[in-house]
């Protein structure tokens, strides 16, 4: 993925207010969540309420784009440039306390603020689509066919402008009150989770005996080691 040496605005919307000690409002940080993740849930307000949807996404440079059919309210609503904010979490693990206060979860997190613009230009359209699929599966953009004139016109594209970002970290074991350590008798600890691929299944139609790509069977998320975080 691209990468700006300008960092991101740090503004009210994206300060960490709750554990700010978990934040992190780096550039590097920032970016090596939203490139190892693939799901986003994009929030917006209407007339008629609020909405959160999930969808896939990709991230290039300053900007996350997302897609979906022409006639979907969501992104026909937002693309006219309404102001959005996007989250992407990736969990780690498990976080096991002696009492069910101190329970927790291992995460990383990125909330962006910024507007969302309609892609109209074919030329970005179809790079911000390959985008996504890189995005998903690196690699596979050099195997599949890209989008067709009708392809195009059946998909609507948006730009997010990341105008302000934030990240949040939780790593590390429980909390643990004195007392509970000191009373023993339960088990505290973590439980790492991790993405793991199983076994890719071929297509039912497909009659060529193919081998299965490199990028498929060795297939892992992108990561990188960020600083240690509460």
């Known amino acids: 993925m691209t990468t700006s040496a300008k960092p991101w605005r740090r503004g009210k919307h994206s300060k960490v207010r709750r554990l700010p000690e978990r934040g992190a409002y780096d550039r590097e940080t920032i970016e090596a969540i939203l490139d190892e993740g693939f799901v986003c849930h994009l929030g917006f307000c209407t ?22 059919a022409p006639a979907n309210h969501a992104l026909r609503t937002v693309g006219t440039g309404l102001p959005v904010c996007l989250v992407v979490t990736l969990v780690d693990g498990l976080v096991l306390a002696r009492s069910g206060f101190h329970h927790s979860i291992n995460y990383r997190s990125v909330v962006v603020y910024g507007t969302a613009t309609e892609v109209r230009d074919p030329v970005e359209k179809c790079a911000a689509l390959d985008a996504v699929v890189e995005q998903i599966v690196p690699g596979r953009t050099a195997d599949a066919r890209g989008p067709s004139d009708d392809e195009l016109r059946a998909t ?19 909390k643990e009150e004195p007392e509970d350590v000191e009373a023993g008798g339960i088990w505290a600890g973590q439980l790492p989770l991790t993405l793991v691929p199983g076994v890719p299944v071929p297509d039912d139609p497909l009659v060529e005996n193919l081998p299965v790509p490199g990028y498929v069977t060795h297939y892992r998320r992108p990561s990188g080691d960020l600083p240690a975080r509460l």
């Open 47 to 68: 007339d008629e309420g609020p909405v959160v949807l999930p969808t896939g996404y990709s991230r290039v440079g300053d900007a996350v784009y997302v897609h979906g």
């Open 156 to 174: 609507r594209v948006v730009r997010i402008s990341i105008d302000e970002a934030s990240a949040k970290i939780r790593t590390g074991g429980p």
